[in-house]
């Protein structure tokens, strides 16, 4: 049992530490400014030598495009932290959150308090209950959505080229 850190990030980011089971909640406010808010991430990230995984609520762009910009630039803090020290990180879509808990990829966050609440869990926000799902998720193994079908294509391909050997060669 590897420790994982999960990481909802945002102005509000909701952390979730260790391995399910034994897990820490915690909820960080970031300062305002754009470059205040990407070093105080990068700070507190750094209290965390023990983690050997990492995995974080990838960027959601709906209506307002500008809104997703600063949720890249946290992306990039996380992506450098987990480079920096050797460890895999993955990104999940809000959507893959929440089905694996089996709710609906729309569904509203206090329905996600909720179901991470039955799972024994206390999350203090929604912010909170994020990063514990995603933590479950991760925990879980399964792959993001665009790496699995990255996969599928490539297993389609190389059984099509199979085939065409199999069928070349009968003639």
């Known amino acids: 049992m590897s420790t994982?850190?999960?990481?909802?990030?945002?102005?509000?980011?909701?952390?979730?530490?260790?391995?399910?089971?034994?897990?820490?909640l915690a909820t960080l406010v970031l300062p305002k400014g754009d470059a205040a808010r990407l070093e105080c991430l990068a700070d507190y990230l750094d209290k965390f030598p023990d983690v050997a995984?990492?995995?974080?609520?990838?960027?959601?762009?709906?209506?307002?495009?500008?809104?997703?910009?600063?949720?890249?630039?946290?992306?990039s803090v996380i992506l450098l932290w987990a480079r920096r020290r050797g460890i895999p990180v993955t990104g999940y879509t809000p959507s893959e959150i929440k089905t694996s808990l089996g709710l609906g990829g729309r569904c509203c966050k206090d329905s996600v308090i909720r179901r991470v609440q039955a799972m024994?869990?206390?999350?203090?926000?929604?912010?909170?209950?994020?990063?514990?799902?995603?933590?479950?998720?991760?925990?879980?193994?399964v792959a993001p959505a665009h790496t699995r079908i990255?996969?599928?294509?490539?297993?389609?391909?190389?059984?099509?080229?199979?085939?065409?050997?199999?069928?070349?060669?009968?003639?």
Do not use: N
């Not at 024994?120 to 193994?141: K, T, V």
């Open 53 to 75: 995984a990492a995995a974080y609520e990838t960027p959601f762009i709906g209506r307002l495009r500008s809104a997703a910009r600063p949720l890249y630039h946290y992306e």
């Open 120 to 141: 024994g869990y206390d999350p203090q926000d929604e912010h909170q209950a994020d990063a514990m799902a995603l933590l479950l998720l991760a925990a879980s193994g």
């Open 4 to 24: 994982i850190l999960a990481i909802d990030p945002g102005a509000r980011t909701g952390l979730a530490c260790g391995w399910p089971g034994t897990v820490s």
């Open 150 to 171: 990255k996969d599928a294509a490539s297993t389609a391909k190389k059984q099509q080229r199979a085939l065409k050997l199999v069928a070349g060669g009968s003639r």
